[in-house]
């Protein structure tokens, strides 16, 4: 091997970087190394550097050595960072001082080393993982679980009940004052006493007093006497009720009689009955309590119970049972805090 008798500037550099790098530790192969900055060996490694920067090889291979026994006592050399920090340094310092064999033979222990770090990073990242194997659920565990799953479930399905109880009752609850509150406006209208709908001559109502005011027209005249005979002689109880049974009370000409709903009330006139229909029915439901629904569907004049439920479901967005059930739950709640 030839050796000039002088290194020049470049080569001293890149000795000296080489071994700076080294000192920063650098992981080679996934290898995770510590620092040597705060051990002797480090420091002993350092001085070693700064002495290769000043030409002084001899002193610099001396100082490696001893650090590199350092490190070897303590630390494991398999590794890249005692091929860097000491190995390498060495086979360079002997390179300077013209000692080719001695170079040479630091040559084959650094590639001796290397290899065997090679071959660790290898074999630790080629290790067969193990796999744990599920063991079998026995019967027993597999009911406890089945169970454990069911009674989750039942939980969950009780509480949406409860709670799906809960809003359908404040629903219900708003709904029957609600109708209870068009009760009260239409005993106004029309004259109704109390909650059972009679006809009250002797009592003022606004359909009444708006019939007698001077300022109404022919045809407003015309269907408030109208809707005063279906009232007051409960015309809207026969199942059976037409038209031309209204003309025979209240003479309309049959071009104007579906007018007169539409434009006044808003709505058909077998819709309208069936709405005064729906207002007996709830003072039957609340007045009597022993009526079946039955015999309060024919009271009120529908034609069967099918169209009853579907009118009153349509009316007032709850069946006439429900409505029964909230009316009382409300009265008996409202009693009570009316004895206290």
């Known amino acids: 091997m030839k050796v000039s008798g ?7 550099m890149a000795v000296g970087m ?8 650098i992981p080679v192969y ?3 190394t510590d620092l040597l900055s705060d051990t002797p060996c480090g420091l002993q490694s350092a001085e070693a550097t700064t002495l290769m920067l000043k030409g002084n090889y001899e002193e610099a291979l001396a100082t490696y050595r001893r650090a590199g026994k350092s490190y070897a006592s303590q630390n494991d050399t398999v590794s890249q960072l005692y091929i860097t920090c000491f190995l390498y340094p060495q086979m360079e310092a002997l390179e300077q001082l013209h000692r080719p064999e001695e170079a040479l033979a630091m040559a084959r222990r650094i590639m001796v080393v290397k290899d065997a770090v090679i071959a660790r990073y290898k074999k630790s990242h080629n290790q067969p993982v193990e796999v744990s194997t599920p063991t079998a659920t026995s019967p027993a565990e597999m009911r406890d679980m089945l169970l454990g799953m069911l009674a989750v479930l039942l939980l969950c399905a009780l509480f949406g009940f409860l709670y799906y ?16 509150r068009l009760m009260r406006y239409k005993r106004m209208v029309y004259g109704y006493s109390d909650k059972v709908l009679k006809p009250d001559q002797d009592t003022a109502c606004a359909l009444r007093s708006y019939l007698t005011q001077d300022k109404v027209g022919e045809d407003e005249r015309l269907f408030g006497k109208v809707v005063k005979a279906i009232v007051d002689k409960k015309l809207y109880l026969n199942p059976g009720l037409s038209r031309d049974d209204i003309i025979a009370e209240v003479y309309v000409p049959k071009n104007k009689f579906a007018q007169l709903f539409q434009r006044y009330v808003g709505m058909s006139f077998n819709r309208y009955i069936n ?9 039957l439901l609340c007045e009597h309590p022993e009526y079946t629904i039955e015999s309060i569907s024919t009271a009120c004049g529908m034609s069967s119970m099918q169209t009853f439920y579907r009118v009153f479901i349509e009316t007032y967005g709850l069946t006439p049972t429900e409505y029964r059930r909230m009316w009382l739950l409300e009265s008996a709640a409202g009693n009570a ?3 206290a």
Not at 18 to 25: F, S, V
Not at 171 to 178: D, G, L, S
Not at 275 to 283: G, H, N, T
């Open 337 to 339: 805090e009316t004895d």
């Open 165 to 180: 109880r809960r809003v359908i009752r404040r629903k219900n609850r708003a709904q029957v004052e609600t109708i209870d």
């Open 18 to 25: 080489g071994c700076l790098l080294a000192l920063l530790c």
């Open 30 to 32: 996934g290898e995770s």
């Open 6 to 12: 002088r290194c020049p500037v470049w080569h001293q």
């Open 275 to 283: 709405s005064l229909r729906m207002d007996e029915a709830v003072a």
